[in-house]
């Protein structure tokens, strides 16, 4: 027995007649009719009375009713089988570093699953060097974030760039200033995120460079809690402009000279040996394309 022959049963009991169901599935007469034979002969029983009238046996009535779901199941895997071929459908892993996973992944990933809703996607939020590990370990499929370190077996698209300001309580003296410059802030508490995150040592680099490192800092372990923090009066901190909208109450934004320096590059991030991603990856991994460059 094949689904094809299950198929064939099922069609011939919806129409009640041989001919009907062969031209519905475009076969011959003769083709259906061996079908039905050799379902009988499979199973050991008579399916349908011989007659001129249509009529089923006991057991075809039994065979029709438990057949029928196995019909509609089989035709549903089918599709859902065509549709994994065409990315269509699947299961996808992302992951993503804040503020993107905050403030521009949930509207761009509630597009696409308009557009794709067999694909079911989970997201993964944590720092670039979490990130990558995952990756390696095949936790995830592939990430959006900053770029990894160099020397590492990982393919990265650049998409766009993170532009940060200096966001301080608008009663800080520095608030007088149009502009920040990187000697302004030795003398002032800087906030900055954990040892780990990309923004921290890009930060760092810069002010090294500089000759400006802050003597007085407070480690906060979250990106996206600084801004709250200077609410409170505890310091300034450099943050990306898109957490930003809107700023705190009793707080200001300044530009910092230089900060180009300081801006990130993000991109999308997979192992060498991944890419090019295929399937339902790819669609949202075009997608992302579309959406963010």
Known sequence: MDFKTL???????????????????????????????????????????????????????????????IVKNMEQLQTNMSDLQLGEAGNIRLGVTEPTASHRLPGVLKRFL?????????????????????LLRGDIDFALCSAPDPGTDFYFEPLFKEEFAV?????????QKAAIEPDDIRGNRLLITS?????RRKLEMVLKESGNIPVDTMEIGSMTALKYYVESGLGIALLPLIVLNPVPA??????????????MTFGILCKTSDYPLNLASSKLYQYLKQELL
Do not use: W
Not at 123 to 132: E, G, H, I, K, R
Not at 250 to 261: A, P
């Open 7 to 69: 198929k064939t049963f099922q069609m011939i009991v919806k129409y009640g007649s041989f001919n009907r169901a062969a031209r519905e599935m475009n076969y011959a007469q003769s083709t259906v009719t061996m079908q039905i034979q050799k379902l009988e002969s499979d199973l050991g029983v008579q399916l349908i009375e011989r007659g001129k009238k249509f009529r089923l046996t006991e057991a075809g009535r039994l065979f029709h009713e438990q057949s029928l779901q």
């Open 195 to 199: 040892a780990t995150c990309p923004y």
């Open 167 to 175: 966001l301080m309580p608008e009663s800080h003296p520095l608030a």
């Open 250 to 263: 009793g707080t200001t934004v300044r530009t910092m000279s230089g900060s180009s320096l300081i801006d």
């Open 114 to 134: 308009s557009r794709f809703p067999k694909i079911r996607i989970s997201v993964d939020v944590a720092n670039t060097p979490t990130l990558s590990d995952r």
